[in-house]
Every structure is written in C-alpha cells, then in structure tokens.
C-alpha cells in the first residue's frame, strides 16, 4: 500500500465492475477510504469484501445514478460512515449501443434515458457531493468522459452528446468550486478492456479487433491505467492542477487521419509490441 491518498474519502459512482471497480481498489491500496456505489448488490457487496481483507476500508451502497434521492443517500452514507468525503469519481454511464445512433434515428424516450443515466446521473452526484466536499474543507472531483466527446462518431450521438456536455461542465465548475478549495479535473478515456461485454466480442473478433487496437496505436487500454490517472488527479501531488481534460488513450485522440506506411528509423526496428 502506498499513502498517495490517506485520509481521503472517496465516493466512485458505477465501482462495482470494469473501471470503477479498479478505481475503488486502487484508490482503497493508497490509503483512501472508499464508498462504492452501483445497482448491483452482489457485486457491490464483492468489491467491499475484496477491498476490507486487503486491509482498506470500504463501504458499498446500492444505487442508481439516475435517482436523485438514492445519490444523495449516497452521499449522506459516506458523510455519516467516515465522517466526511472529500473525493468524488463521476464514473457511471451506460452506452445504450441500438437504442442510440445518429440523432434522427433515436426515439425520444431513448434519447431522455441516455441523459438520465449519463449526464442528469453525473449532475445528481455534484449536486450533492460538491457540499459535502466543500463542508469537508475542500478535495477533488474527477469527471470520466471519452474520446467520443472529442471526436466526431458514426452514431451514438447520445451518448457522445453527454460526454461532451461533461468535459465542458467540467471547466466551468473548475472556475467557480476553487474559492471552496475544490479542484474539478476530467479524463478523456479511450477503448479499456473490461475483459466483458460487447468489447470483448469486438476484440477477439479477427474482422473488427485489430482495427480497434491500431485505432489506439497498437494496444487498447486496461481499467488499472485510468483508475492510477485518477488517483493523481485525487492526490496533493494534483494540488495546482485544476479545469484538465487528460486523455487516458494511448495518444488516440490526436493521431491525425492520414494513413502512412510507417518506416523503422534508421538502423532501429521497432520493438515487439509487450502489450499484445
């Protein structure tokens, strides 16, 4: 265990799987104590189990990022459990993968739930953990967007929409939180392999896996790499970074469209990629 985050208390919306729950026990390994929140309860109640025999302290806390009254619960639980919370990871989202698509193919009622969970969610947690923060003395909140807030997509508007509203959320609640000593910081997060759903399909398909991993210059990311980003970002050794939209994919974001044969430098062949 490292003390990069003692005597944090960090509240991770959508922890109980994939990257939030790599978050709760990276965060848990440096020293924070964490609340774990998510609909599942088996899940919830493993990834506390996990965290509290590898000597963390932790707290699961069913809920759904899309009901206000179960987000500020949420809140109050962590405040009542450890006495103050001074980290926020706004984390949970859903891709609605056929019931999104490009804007005039997705119906209204599938279009109002995207927002709910992905960005009215989001809204529902620093409403009330940025009080409970700011009566803590101040801390840190961490936003997750995704490249597809950057970069133009075929299809799932929705979801790119809410992505986009998130990073510039994150700007102006970085301006106006600092004079109650709350740093507000987003990662911009590539393709990460959860080792489940439908990204696993598409990485271990030969028609569509490849093309992702050169889309991410030769490897696609895994959950620890954007729950160690976080972890700084969350750290004093953060202290004087405030308003960052960090990209956690590889240098996907800025590749450039024009496809070239790349050449070894002169008299260096490049190395065997140790991420494949």
């Known amino acids: 265990m490292t003390a990069r985050l003692d005597g944090q208390v960090i509240l991770i919306t959508g922890s109980t799987a994939g990257i939030g729950r790599a978050m709760a026990e990276r965060f848990a390994s440096s020293g924070a104590r964490v609340v774990i929140t998510g609909r599942s309860v088996d899940r919830g109640r493993s990834v506390e189990q996990l965290i509290r025999s590898n000597g963390g302290e932790a707290l699961f806390v069913p809920m759904d990022i899309g009901e206000e009254a179960q987000v500020q619960a949420a809140v109050a639980a962590a405040e009542q459990t450890f006495g103050k919370l001074t980290g926020l990871v706004n984390n949970a989202a859903t891709i609605q993968g ?18 709910r969970v992905d960005l009215t969610g989001t809204y529902f947690a620093l409403k009330y953990g940025l009080r409970a923060i700011a009566r803590a003395g101040g801390g840190s909140v961490v936003n997750i967007s995704s490249t597809a807030g950057v970069r133009g997509q075929i299809g799932n508007n929705g979801y790119a929409a809410c992505k986009g509203a998130i990073q510039a959320l994150t700007r102006s609640l970085a301006v106006y939180y600092s004079r109650y000593l709350i740093r507000v910081n987003c990662l911009i997060v590539g393709t990460i392999d959860t080792g489940e759903g439908k990204l696993k399909q598409l990485l271990d398909s030969p028609d569509t896996g490849p093309k992702l991993i050169q889309q991410y210059l030769g490897r696609v990311g895994r959950p620890v790499e954007v729950a160690d980003a976080a972890a700084f970002l969350l750290s004093n050794e953060a202290s004087f970074i405030n308003g960052v939209e960090l990209p956690v994919d590889n240098g996907a974001t800025m590749k450039g469209h024009a496809i070239n044969k790349p050449r070894d430098m002169a008299g260096i062949a490049a190395p065997p990629n140790p991420w494949v």
Do not use: S
């Open 98 to 115: 056929r019931k999104d698509g490009p804007i005039t193919e997705i119906e209204t009622d599938d279009w109002l739930n995207i927002l």
